[in-house]
């Protein structure tokens, strides 16, 4: 999420995510005022009646009453009456339903409580998280850029020039100082950007010869990179990743490996009646003791059952992490099958 204007009376902001439209459906309650760009099918008094009228674009303010997950699409739906509309054939008064997707800006008109001031911060906090980072390394220059859901920031460079390359001892002892500094940056930048992801990219072998360097250093490091083959030096060869489509396929697998080991965890927990518990219920009673540590949903849950809202307020209140778990895979499917909700739990209840 992006806030891109802020104004007395509210706030404008892009969805970045579709863990951002979660975000905006615990912000907004009814009595809010929604403003945006949409479609309206307006009808003309000449038109016959199986005639539905032309769709047209339009900007329209709504008072919330309604605000609904599309089943069918990943897009939220804030429905309300008409309070402003650009277009004087929109008549004020009737209903219309906003349907935000990633990628749309709103404008939210509210007075925020503080906790929805948290809310907001924590949204904003989750955009601005990197999801990878890219060394894009050559024997004489180091490029260290991370992967934001807003974008790419190039945050660091080493530049070396390895000697002796007439001399193997004294080369090897130059590239190994080289290799040194780039591994310290390496740590300091994964630890304070929080990554779980780390792709190594270059040019010729060179790549190669950091990581067996890595493998021997720092082997639980070396567990999170990824090798990349480019064509490319310096800040091209980051373009170049993005272009491939490395990123996704990297975070794809991570997520899902992630939300596998969670699932898997929860049910291994079960079976030994351990600590985890699963269904409406019983999550929300390990809530109310402040139990939960770990609260699984799958998507299927989110959308269809409207006590799910609750109980990841009551998770983000009593400081337990939330994961919402895709069906798309074996995962969210074994999930799905035991109720769609399931927890981790911090000791027994």
Request: hydrophobic content about 40%; charged content about 35%; some cysteine.
């Amino acid at each position: 999420m992006k806030i891109l204007e802020e104004r007395k009376e509210g706030i404008k902001i892009k969805i970045e995510t579709l863990d951002d439209l979660w975000y905006l459906k615990i912000l907004l309650k009814e009595g809010d005022k929604v403003a945006g760009k949409t479609f309206r099918r307006i009808r003309s008094e000449n038109t016959v009646r199986a005639d539905k009228g032309e769709r047209i674009p339009v900007f329209i303010e709504i008072d919330v009453e309604k605000i609904k997950f599309s089943e069918y699409k990943n897009s939220l739906r804030i429905t309300g009456k008409i309070r402003y509309a650009s277009d004087e054939s929109v008549p004020l008064g009737s209903y219309h339903t906003i349907e935000v997707r990633v990628g749309d800006s709103i404008f939210i008109s509210k007075e925020f409580s503080d906790q929805e001031i948290e809310i907001l911060k924590e949204a904003l906090k989750h955009s601005k998280k990197a999801e990878v980072l890219i060394l894009c390394i050559e024997d004489d220059e180091a490029e260290f850029s991370v992967v934001r859901k807003r974008g790419v920031d190039n945050i660091a460079r080493i530049s070396y020039a390895v000697s002796g390359k007439k001399n193997i001892k004294e080369h090897d002892a130059s590239k190994k100082e080289f290799f040194s500094q780039v591994l310290n940056k390496l740590k300091e930048l994964v630890e304070r950007e929080e990554v779980e992801k780390v792709i190594i990219a270059g040019i010729g072998f060179f790549k190669e010869d950091f990581y067996e360097f890595l493998k021997e250093k720092e082997r639980k490091l070396a567990e999170m990179c990824s090798i990349v083959d480019v064509s490319s030096s310096a800040r091209a060869c980051i373009q170049e990743v993005l272009r491939r489509g490395v990123i996704e396929k990297i975070c794809e697998e991570s997520r899902i490996s992630t939300e596998a080991r969670l699932v898997e965890e929860v049910l291994k927990e079960i079976a030994k009646d351990g600590k985890a518990t699963y269904g409406l219920s019983s999550v929300k009673e390990a809530l109310s003791y402040s139990a939960v540590d770990t609260l699984l949903v799958t998507d299927n849950a989110l959308k269809k059952i409207e006590e799910v809202e609750e109980i990841m307020k009551l998770a983000r209140d009593t400081g337990a992490k939330t994961y919402i778990i895709s069906t798309e895979h074996e995962a969210g499917e074994k999930l799905d099958s035991i109720g769609g909700v399931a927890a981790l739990l911090r000791f027994k209840v």
